[in-house]
């Protein structure tokens, strides 16, 4: 398995922006799907954002799209999610997932990633 480490969150006011990192150890990410999914306190972990091997193909909750933007660099094994004009309501702590699924319905469903971070707090002030 691969191990992650996340990094970026913190604390902004509403209409800010946050970039996260996620740094892989172990094992190349160029063979999983990445994905970023978050949790707020007492909700289920939802989707935020994925993005398949080789970049060319992105995937983004409703909730996000247009103001997240997911992005990889396989050299730098790290994955990264620049968030924009955050809400209070993207209030959460995100996990970077990595998926070995080849089915695209996967990607946005935690069942299919085998490796996650432990989290980085996300909090946004109105």
């Known amino acids: 398995q691969v191990q992650l480490v996340e990094s970026g969150g913190g604390l902004v006011q509403a209409g800010g922006s946050l970039r996260l990192s996620c740094a892989a150890s172990g094992r190349t990410i160029s063979t999983y799907v990445m994905g970023w999914f978050r949790q707020a306190p007492g909700k289920e972990r939802e989707f935020v954002a994925a993005?398949?091997?080789?970049?060319?193909?992105?995937y983004y909750a409703d909730s996000v799209r247009g103001r997240g933007t997911i992005s990889r660099d396989n050299a730098k094994n790290t994955v990264y999610l620049q968030m924009d004009s955050l809400k209070p309501e993207d209030t959460a702590v995100y996990y970077c997932?990595?998926?070995?699924?080849?089915?695209?319905?996967?990607?946005?469903?935690?069942?299919?990633?085998?490796?996650w971070g432990q989290g980085t707090q996300v909090t946004v002030s109105p």
């Open positions: 993005i398949n091997r080789n970049s060319v193909t992105t």
């Open positions: 997932g990595a998926s070995g699924s080849y089915i695209y319905s996967d990607y946005i469903r935690k069942f299919s990633y085998d490796s």
